[in-house]
């Protein structure tokens, strides 16, 4: 079912809409949420949640790109458990993650560089439309979706050390447009 048909659904407030939902995109969230939890069940749980924040959206909001839409739901509500079981402690894929881009993405330390998240936003999709549909693909799948190199590797028949020359090649040139566009890193 295409995505319009199943928002009409949300709107229609009927049933169908979550279980034609799930049956679309309820694999792909699942495994987002894995990437960031490593348990099923809460993985499963946090996509549950998305399905009821979608439901409770939808109406008013009518997302462009549905999955793009649930995919956030998803990684806030995944995020929000792994702060919750690991708040005295970091884990090492988060850690991981942090470090690779810690040079390239200002942190959020104080009010003024919150209010600019936006910018560095912008900034940041600007950076990934200059880039090749391939090197995009592998930066979202490592950065949002957080997927292994290995997995990367898998999906697009490249090997490790090409997906790791990709994603640091990229870091450097998004260190550069930062810089470009004088952004304190």
């Known amino acids: 079912m295409e995505d319009n048909a199943i928002i009409e659904l949300y709107w229609q407030r009927s049933q169908n809409a979550i279980s034609e939902t799930a049956a679309k995109y309820g694999g792909r969230l699942n495994s987002l949420s894995m990437n960031i939890l490593h348990s099923r069940e809460d993985a499963e749980e946090c996509v549950n949640d998305t399905y009821h924040a979608a439901w409770n959206t939808l109406p008013p909001q009518r997302p462009g790109f549905f999955f793009a839409y ?45 209010i600019e998240s936006k910018e560095i936003g912008r900034i940041v999709s600007e950076f990934l439309h200059s880039q090749s549909p391939e090197m995009r693909r592998v930066f979202v799948r490592r950065y949002w979706y957080l997927d292994s190199i290995q997995t990367i590797s898998e999906a697009y028949g490249i090997s490790e050390s090409k997906v790791k020359s990709m994603l640091f090649r990229m870091r450097g040139k998004l260190r550069e447009h930062f810089e470009k566009e004088e952004v304190e890193l």
Do not use: M, W
Request: proline residues 4%.
């Open 70 to 114: 649930l995919a956030k739901l998803t990684r806030n509500f995944s995020f929000s458990r792994y702060d919750y079981y690991h708040a005295k402690k970091r884990g090492a894929t988060v850690v991981e993650l942090s470090s690779e881009l810690e040079n390239c993405i200002p942190a959020p330390n104080d009010l003024e560089q919150k």
